[in-house]
């Protein structure tokens, strides 16, 4: 099992920036991806980030491609997404999320499908004023 908590929440300004981390721990020799996403209130969960976790291979949602840069550093089993030129739509809850090696489908860039990703932290809130 893989326990995720992200940290980095928080209140910013339209243009400003912040950076959410996400501590792992657990059944981390599974990991194939970690991704992030997002929901607003009353809308879906919506893809962000994700990372292949023993690669380098990146891929980004439309709504976020140049202005959101997501990390990791394995040796601290922690991923980070720093998020730039923030915008008021960008407000949500943001999860980050791990897709293990019982779901991966073979693919060279890591997955954006919230279905293969199996386990989750708790959440943190991102709220941007305009």
């Known amino acids: 099992q893989v326990h995720l908590a992200e940290s980095g929440g928080g209140l910013v300004q339209a243009g400003g920036s912040l950076a959410l981390s996400c501590a792992v721990s657990g059944r981390t020799f599974s990991i194939v991806d970690m991704g992030w996403f997002r929901q607003a209130p009353g809308k879906e969960r919506e893809f962000i980030a994700a990372?292949?976790?023993?690669?380098?291979?990146?891929l980004y949602g439309d709504s976020v491609k140049g202005r959101f840069t997501i990390s990791k550093d394995n040796a601290m089993n922690t991923a980070y997404l720093q998020m730039n030129s923030l915008k008021p739509e960008d407000t949500a809850v943001y999860y980050c999320?791990?897709?293990?090696?019982?779901?991966?489908?073979?693919?060279?860039?890591?997955?954006?499908?919230?279905?293969?990703?199996?386990?989750w932290g708790q959440g943190t809130q991102v709220t941007v004023s305009s």
């Open positions: 990372i292949r976790w023993t690669g380098d291979a990146t």
């Open positions: 999320a791990t897709s293990g090696d019982s779901m991966f489908t073979g693919t060279y860039l890591p997955t954006s499908s919230s279905r293969l990703y199996d386990s």
